[in-house]
T-cell receptor
Framework: DAGVTQSPTHLIKTRGQQVTLRCSPI?????VSWYQQVLGQGPQFIFQ???????GRGNFPDRFSARQFPNYSSELNVNALLLGDSALYLC????????????FGNGTRLTVT | QKEVEQNSGPLSVPEGAIASLNCTYS??????FFWYRQYSGKSPELIMF??SNGDKEDGRFTAQLNKASQYVSLLIRDSQPSDSATYLC????????????WGAGTKLIIKP
């Protein structure tokens, strides 16, 4: 079975641009979470979606938005990019049960210049 | 502010020895604990999860949980050079049951 897939793997954007990151969860998983990880730190929670509904939002500005589609895939959108948005963006899927562990994709490395 | 604390390391361990990684957390109500391994430039990979006090073993890995002292540890027996990575501790936030709170990770170096 395929794991969590993310695209693209790398992305270079300039300040002020917009970006869309995509994620497909493990087959059978209904929950998708997005995390941002900067070098030397642990991941920071951005969003979680379960059954197409937003289940939680982390402490990120409104420039960050996401959605989940009927097939449980998800997109993360970031508008008006800042240099500080440069990071590894991680998508994780889980079954959605409360204690279920997260399984991560390979991530999208976003560089904002 | 809920926190998860880890020693950033690096922790250097000879090949074949036991590596011991520790993590403390601030939320006394936490119930779910996870260890992830992350190689440089890669995404986190789930190693172990533990929900009950005591030890949980999986191959060369043992997770230990002590809720009274609010710490969780990961032991790696017979350490191999391929175990060299950053190990991240994550704790599920009970107030918002959907998100994990992460430590900054401990860098482990296994010396041949």
């Amino acid at each position: 079975d395929a794991g969590v897939t993310q695209s693209p793997t790398h992305l270079i954007k300039t300040r002020g641009q917009q970006v869309t990151l995509r994620c497909s969860p493990i087959s059978g998983h209904k929950s998708v979470s997005w995390y941002q990880q900067v070098l030397g730190q642990g991941p920071q929670f951005i969003f979680q979606y379960y059954e197409k509904e937003e289940r939680g939002r982390g402490n990120f500005p409104d420039r960050f938005s996401a959605r989940q589609f009927p097939n449980y895939s998800s997109e993360l959108n970031v508008n008006a990019l800042l240099l500080g948005d440069s990071a590894l963006y991680l998508c994780a899927s889980s079954s959605g049960l409360d204690n279920s562990p997260l399984h991560f994709g390979n991530g999208t490395r976003l560089t904002v210049t | 502010q809920k926190e998860v604390e880890q020693n950033s390391g690096p922790l250097s361990v000879p090949e074949g020895a036991i590596a011991s990684l520790n993590c403390t957390y601030s939320d006394r109500g936490s119930q779910s604990f996870f260890w992830y391994r992350q190689y440089s430039g890669k995404s986190p990979e789930l190693i172990m999860f533990i929900y009950s006090n005591g030890d949980k073993e999986d191959g060369r890995f043992t997770a230990q949980l002590n809720k009274a002292s609010q710490y969780v540890s990961l032991l790696i027996r017979d350490s191999q050079p391929s175990d060299s990575a950053t190990y991240l501790c994550a704790v599920r936030d009970q107030d918002s049951n959907y998100q994990l709170i992460w430590g900054a990770g401990t860098k482990l170096i296994i010396k041949p």
